[in-house]
């Protein structure tokens, strides 16, 4: 059974930075492409990042700049890099693994991490 375990959220002031980390286990992750999507209160869930198995990279558009997804496959371990914290980037952020080498549907998901950026 596939896991993906998410750490490193919590509570920064704005201007700060966090790192997210995703520990995946079960299978060899290192074949699929693999993401990050947030979800805060009262809006829809939306693809933050996402990178291929090649490395290639895909960030939406207010995160641009500023966050950095990478992946080390010998350690099936995802990371997302957020610098320059903005009270708008407060959600859950969930890791996800897709069903191909490229961001296209979610296969696995982890729990989700709450992230909170105070003013």
């Known amino acids: 059974q596939a896991q993906l375990m998410e750490s490193g959220g919590g509570l920064v002031q704005a201007g700060g930075s966090l790192r997210l980390s995703c520990a995946a286990s079960?299978?060899?992750?290192?074949?699929?492409?693999m993401g990050w999507y947030r979800q805060a209160p009262g809006k829809q869930l939306e693809l933050v990042a996402c990178?291929?198995?090649?490395?290639?990279?895909t960030y939406t558009n207010p995160v641009k700049g500023r966050f950095a997804i990478s992946r080390d496959n010998a350690k099936n371990t995802l990371y997302l890099e957020m610098n320059r914290l903005q009270p708008e980037d407060t959600a859950v952020y969930y890791c996800?693994?897709?069903?191909?080498?490229?961001?296209?549907?979610?296969?696995?998901w982890g729990q989700g991490i709450q992230v909170t950026v105070s003013s």
């Open positions: 990178i291929t198995t090649d490395g290639g990279t």
């Open positions: 079960g299978t060899d992750f290192s074949i699929n492409a």
């Open positions: 996800t693994v897709y069903q191909t080498t490229y961001c296209g549907t979610p296969r696995y």
